[in-house]
């Protein structure tokens, strides 16, 4: 095998945003961009030589390019495995699995989640490490450093090696390993949740189902989970196929893209429950019949249950979401006793909370939920936990909602997003923002009362690193809170996004509409931001 080292000069754009490297496909298709990356992820590593390094994405235009380049560069720099999705498709939840499973030393997955795919559209890479989760920021930063003195890159010489047939072939003294895709992660999920009982309450019809794979990377799993392995009716799991471009579609299952779904569930004969995922399968959406279950809702609902579940049974060891994530676990945590964290956006957080046992369950407002069985977020595990959750309370998904709040109150809750503001101007907004945090606390709108006003800055408990800067927090005397972050996922200007809670105890003001509950609160946040003011736009692009 020759080995080659290749001259090259650094581009100055490759920090990783909230989950790896996000770009256009274009930006990727520069001449040794995706190289250069590449071996500043391999420059970062230490002592991996010999290891196993895995390999997958989900699916997208540019995928089974970069994997085939990854492949070489991975050989050349010393890896002695690659184990690699068949197709080049591994979900991330998968993934993740894959790590743990086979003792990696890591992996690189290949997606840019929930942005739209296609040759004009978006393309990422993220390192994650031997835990199965998102590469910490100390690794991304030492990685983001490599990218700005990068001087070379290593890259074997042999041919592209065919994806589609799973087998072993050794290249220059490296293992390459294609694997089924589900087979492992599907067996993950058989032990954790109690199979045999789904598969009564479809057969018997007290569980119909809908699932939108809105053709991305989860269809085939989903396939093989729910329609031949549980039974549900063929056809259950739709746009099943994951496409190179998501079918033209924008692969984010909220209300606003996964309006498919959203028919067939406020439709007649709406089934018993409903799902979809996204672009790499670690999110998910979760409705009943007439009912769509705000995230932070599901992570708390999930939390309070957990017991339900085989693999929970025994107890959980505490819960975690993200910073601007609903309290609505909070309060089932302090009901439980349970520890809680709170911890910055993005899933490279909770990785150290879940590897020391400090929690069990975890979740974020932007449709994401997940566990200690893997290190990433899991769209089809939240999808079978709900199930579980039926099949053993034997109640509609409405009447599960409605309890818990009955409990524990609800957290009115939705998220108003400004996408490709201009950069300068989205600068300004937190710039204005930060210069009023000192004098905001005192004021008052009505009855809503400013207590704190502050810039969230996270210690991790396990390591003590600090992450700062991870978004304006307003919180009132009422509870209620207004979180201004800034996305680090977006490639197209910049995404201003604004985070809007209010607490409500009394059961007969529980089904108002949100947009309406939270009215003043949407106010105050515009006064506070000046969004539409600085760009002139009217109403939010999208609002979840
Ligand atoms: C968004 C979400 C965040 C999530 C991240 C990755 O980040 O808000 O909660 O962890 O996407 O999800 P940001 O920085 O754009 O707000 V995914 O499904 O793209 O891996
Ligand atoms: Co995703």
Redesign the pocket.
Known sequence: MTTTITKTTPYDDQKP???GLRKKVKVFQQPKYLENFVQSIFDSLEDFQGQTLVIGGDGRYFNRKAIQIIIKMAAANGFGELIIGQGGLLS?PAASNIIRKYNAFGGIVLSA??NPGGPEEDFGIKYNVGNGGPAPEKLTDKLYENTKTITGYKKSRFGDIDLDVIGEVEKGGVKIRIIDSVADYAELMAKIFDFELLKQSIHNGFITLRFDAMHAITGPYAKHILEDTLGAAQGSVFNAVPLEDFGGGHPDPNMAHAHELCEIMFGADAPTFGAAS?G?G??NMVMGANIFVTPSDSLAIMAANAKLIPAYAKGISGVAR?MPTSQAVDRVADKLSLPCYETP???KFFGNLRDADKITICG?E?F?SGSNHVREKDGLWAVLFWLNLIARKRESVADIVHEHWQKYGRDIYCRHDYEAVDSDIANGIVEHLRSQLNSLPGKSWGNYEVKFADEFSYTDPVDGSVSSNQGIRVGFVNGSRIVFRL????TVGA?L?IYLERYERDVSKHDQDAQVALAELITIAEQLCEVKKRTGRTEPDVIT
């Open positions: 945003g909230t989950s991330t989640s929930h996204d790499d670690d999110r993200s956006t993005g899933w974020e932007s994401g996305s680090g996922t977006g995404t996004r």
